[in-house]
């Protein structure tokens, strides 16, 4: 194939992650699962009535900057992949398309970790029911 053609075949597809941008909303306090997988660092956040657990209910949202959570996370997990649960500081964008493929409705960057520990089933139900945790996902 030749590089004329290849070049606007995958326009399309560096774009991806351009199409997805949105302003930054702001800090908030957030919980939830951060998950570090091949390629990928993501954050499911705990949302009142929704799905517990990481990567359940589509609100994923993409990591753009782990910031003091990736030594935090090198702490808690032995292997090089693994989730934590976090109560984290953070900026997150408008929904959107971030990440692979444009995957993820947000992005977020940590800015302060306020807890970090060992993944839980129930760590969800915990923080929502801890009333000095206020958790905005909106």
């Avoid at 609100?59 to 782990?66: A, D, I, L, R, Y």
């Avoid at 409705?105 to 520990?117: H, L, M, N």
Wanted: include cysteine.
């Amino acid at each position: 194939m030749r590089i004329r053609t290849l070049v606007p075949a995958l326009l399309p597809l560096l774009a991806l992650p351009l199409a997805g941008h949105r302003e930054i909303r702001g800090e908030r306090l957030v919980s939830g699962y951060y998950t570090v997988q091949w390629e990928q660092q993501s954050f499911s956040p705990c949302v009142p009535g929704g799905s517990r657990g990481p990567r359940m209910g589509g609100v994923g949202w993409w990591v753009t900057n782990p910031g003091p959570v990736a030594a935090r996370y090198r702490d808690l997990v032995q292997n090089e992949y693994g989730t934590i649960f976090v109560t984290v500081r953070a900026d997150v964008t408008d929904e959107g398309m971030f990440g692979h493929m444009g995957m993820y409705r947000r992005a977020v960057a940590f800015r302060e970790v306020v807890s970090a520990k060992r993944a839980e089933p129930d760590d969800c139900e915990r923080a929502l029911a801890d009333s000095t945790r206020a958790v905005r996902t909106d």
